[in-house]
């Protein structure tokens, strides 16, 4: 059972970059996962930001970048704002029509 | 600007049915594939079904594969899931989604289902 992981929990101070990632337990994630990335904030729908692994949506910010890191997809807040703080979602396609969410990472910014 | 609303959900007992629908606007619906997403209370996203934008492919989470099926009527804009079986486990927030570039670039708002004796 392939499982999407990402970090539970970070914590970054303003104006700092941070990196979120988004691993595969079985295997590496590469660009023909289409690797995305959404923000959730409590009571809301989840909200595109990066589509085909550093694609940025359309009105997202570019302090917001995604990548390829060694064998994980990453996404790179630069110049944390108070108002990134919200939980972070990967999602991949892992092929045989099926797409999976990592668990999430809860990002505060403090 | 694209718009996706659900409608359908409520309260179901375990082995009960409900059926969502989501109306769309805003966008070619017919060129669209399209998603349902769900989200327990408190917990993370699911993808729960993916249907092409012709109607001919439909995959999903083995979870739910032979309790659900995704269905859309091209003619109304409108993309449905048909939920039997219903599981406590069910229980979530239910988006649809569009499909782009196999990322969801537009969701609806969610409608909860709740599955309770």
């Known amino acids: 059972q392939t499982v999407v992981t990402q970090e539970p929990s970070f914590s970054v101070s303003p104006g700092r970059t941070i990196t979120l990632t988004c691993g595969l337990t079985s295997g590496s994630v590469s660009i023909d996962h289409y690797p995305s990335w959404y923000q959730q904030t409590p009571g809301q729908a989840p909200r595109m930001l990066i589509y085909r692994t550093n694609s940025r949506s359309s009105g997202v910010p570019d302090r917001f970048s995604g990548s390829i890191l060694g064998n994980k997809a990453a996404l790179t807040i630069t110049g944390a704002q108070a108002d990134d703080e919200s939980h972070y979602y990967c999602m991949l396609f892992v092929g045989s029509g099926v797409w999976l969410f990592g668990g999430g990472t809860r990002l505060t910014v403090l | 600007q694209v718009h996706l609303v659900e409608s359908g959900g409520g309260v179901a007992q375990p082995g009960g049915s409900l059926r969502l629908s989501c109306g769309a606007s805003g966008f070619s619906f017919t060129s669209n594939n399209m998603h349902w997403v769900r989200q327990s209370p408190g917990k993370g996203l699911e993808w729960v079904a993916f249907?092409?934008?012709?109607?001919?492919?439909?995959w999903y989470v083995d979870s739910v594969r032979g309790r659900f099926t995704i269905s859309r009527d091209n003619s109304r804009n409108t993309l449905s899931l048909q939920m039997n079986s219903l599981r406590l486990e069910d229980t979530a927030v239910y988006y649809c989604a569009k499909d782009f570039n196999y990322a969801f670039d537009n969701w609806g708002r969610g409608i909860l289902v709740t599955v309770s004796s």
């Open positions: 249907i092409e934008h012709n109607g001919k492919s439909k």
